[in-house]
């Protein structure tokens, strides 16, 4: 998740997506949730709505995904199911096996790049809580043992898990966030509303058109940490709907002498990536799939990221530094839907 950034003339900016102002004939509900904000832009034509029903509806999904999958409340499932110290299985929402479902084949995909059971090398590090600080050779030798999805069973239609390791502890902040995007997203369908644009901390689905009938605008985040300008736009021409989501090193890191230490870990060393790519955009048909896929491939690298995207048939844009400079990749996949960089530079508001 990358802090938000606003962009007027419709555009939404992703890394940090959200919508601005509410057009005519669009309507717009937001606010504070998961530590972070949520933006939602319908399209109503006409659908009677009450809108402050319909937000208490969006809230209570939010609450009811924060209870089962936070990792900041003591009392939420998975919270329980990281404290259970046993190899027995144990009954666990259908939220929570369905993900670990899709994270396991993630995971598999990308030679093990991608893996939940990192918490402990998260908290070693100080990402969870804030605090961080570079841990010994010896404190990260201790956790790597307890590192790993081959550890972690998913009877996903049985809504069950086993950990072979009584110690393993689960951190879903890379997939919760996409998985609440279709959550929301499912609601305002059961509503009636079939043009939107949800947008919860720089993580987004939109479907249809604007009410001028134009497509969804999105901008993608120049990777660097401490400036807010836009890389390249995006129209979304797919009605049917289409999650979009980016990952990336730039905003949560920390420096101490003269390196710096990425949140994105590797599960294998224990220790931060070093490879160059900076940040990764994929678009798909599914928000949880697609947050999944974004962090995968920015485990990966610039070059086996690109190299499993495109295997994997995925619209994806890698962004990565060489000598100095920022590089683009887009995958096969994009075709003849390849962005366009922005004709000029566009002040955040």
Same mark, same amino acid.
């Given at each position: 998740?990358?802090?938000?950034?606003?962009?007027?003339?419709?555009?939404?900016?992703?890394?940090?997506?959200?919508?601005?102002?509410?057009?005519?004939?669009?309507?717009?509900?937001?606010?504070?949730?998961?530590?972070?904000?949520?933006?939602?832009?319908?399209?109503?034509?006409?659908?009677?709505?009450?809108?402050?029903?319909? /937000?208490?509806? &969006? %809230? *209570?999904?939010?609450?009811?995904?924060?209870? !089962?999958?936070?990792?900041? $409340?003591? #009392?939420?499932?998975?919270?329980?199911?990281?404290?259970?110290?046993?190899?027995?299985?144990?009954?666990?929402?259908?939220?929570?096996?369905?993900?670990?479902?899709?994270?396991?084949?993630?995971?598999?995909?990308?030679?093990?790049?991608?893996?939940?059971?990192?918490?402990?090398?998260?908290?070693?590090?100080?990402?969870?809580?804030?605090?961080?600080?570079?841990?010994?050779?010896?404190?990260?030798?201790?956790?790597?043992?307890?590192?790993?999805?081959? /550890?972690?069973? &998913? %009877? *996903?239609?049985?809504?069950?898990?086993?950990? !072979?390791?009584?110690?393993? $502890?689960? #951190?879903?902040?890379?997939?919760?966030?996409?998985?609440?995007?279709?959550?929301?997203?499912?609601?305002?369908?059961?509503?009636?509303?079939?043009?939107?644009?949800?947008?919860?901390?720089?993580?987004?689905?939109?479907?249809?058109?604007?009410?001028?009938?134009?497509?969804?605008?999105?901008?993608?985040?120049?990777?660097?940490?401490?400036?807010?300008?836009?890389?390249?736009?995006?129209?979304?021409?797919?009605?049917?709907?289409?999650?979009?989501?980016?990952?990336?090193?730039?905003?949560?890191?920390?420096?101490?002498?003269?390196?710096?230490?990425?949140?994105?870990?590797?599960?294998?060393?224990?220790?931060?990536?070093?490879?160059?790519?900076?940040?990764?955009?994929?678009?798909?048909?599914?928000?949880?799939?697609?947050?999944?896929?974004?962090?995968?491939?920015?485990?990966?690298?610039?070059?086996?990221?690109?190299?499993?995207?495109?295997?994997?048939?995925?619209?994806?844009?890698?962004?990565?530094?060489?000598?100095?400079?920022?590089?683009?990749?887009?995958?096969?996949?994009?075709?003849?839907?390849?962005?366009?960089?922005?004709?000029?530079?566009?002040?955040?508001?």
């Amino acid at each position: 998740m990358l802090p938000i950034l606003r962009l007027c003339g419709g555009l939404v900016l992703g890394a940090a997506l959200t919508a601005c102002q509410s057009g005519e004939n669009e309507t717009l509900l937001s606010g504070d949730v998961q530590g972070t904000t949520y933006h939602i832009k319908m399209v109503l034509d006409g659908l009677p709505l009450d809108q402050a029903a319909l /937000k208490q509806a &969006v %809230d *209570a999904v939010y609450n009811d995904i924060d209870l !089962k999958l936070s990792n900041y $409340r003591e #009392d939420s499932e998975i919270s329980r199911l990281n404290r259970e110290a046993t190899t027995d299985w144990l009954t666990v929402s259908p939220e929570i096996a369905e993900l670990v479902d899709i994270a396991r084949q993630v995971h598999d995909k990308t030679d093990g790049c991608y893996d939940l059971t990192i918490k402990p090398l998260f908290d070693l590090w100080g990402f969870s809580r804030h605090q961080n600080r570079v841990p010994t050779d010896d404190e990260i030798a201790a956790v790597l043992p307890h590192i790993g999805m081959d /550890k972690l069973e &998913v %009877d *996903a239609p049985g809504r069950r898990l086993r950990k !072979k390791d009584p110690a393993l $502890r689960i #951190d879903l902040s890379s997939i919760a966030q996409g998985y609440t995007v279709s959550r929301v997203a499912g609601l305002l369908e059961t509503k009636g509303i079939e043009n939107y644009l949800v947008e919860i901390g720089g993580e987004m689905k939109v479907k249809g058109r604007k009410a001028n009938g134009k497509p969804w605008r999105v901008a993608v985040e120049k990777p660097t940490p401490y400036t807010r300008e836009v890389e390249r736009i995006l129209d979304i021409h797919q009605t049917e709907g289409t999650a979009i989501m980016t990952s990336g090193t730039y905003r949560n890191f920390f420096q101490e002498g003269d390196k710096t230490y990425s949140h994105i870990l590797d599960p294998k060393t224990g220790r931060p990536v070093t490879h160059h790519l900076l940040s990764v955009t994929l678009l798909h048909a599914d928000p949880t799939w697609a947050d999944a896929w974004s962090t995968a491939l920015l485990c990966l690298g610039e070059q086996k990221g690109y190299t499993t995207a495109e295997r994997e048939g995925l619209k994806a844009l890698l962004i990565y530094g060489e000598y100095g400079e920022l590089k683009e990749r887009f995958t096969p996949a994009f075709g003849a839907e390849m962005p366009t960089p922005p004709a000029s530079p566009l002040p955040a508001q």
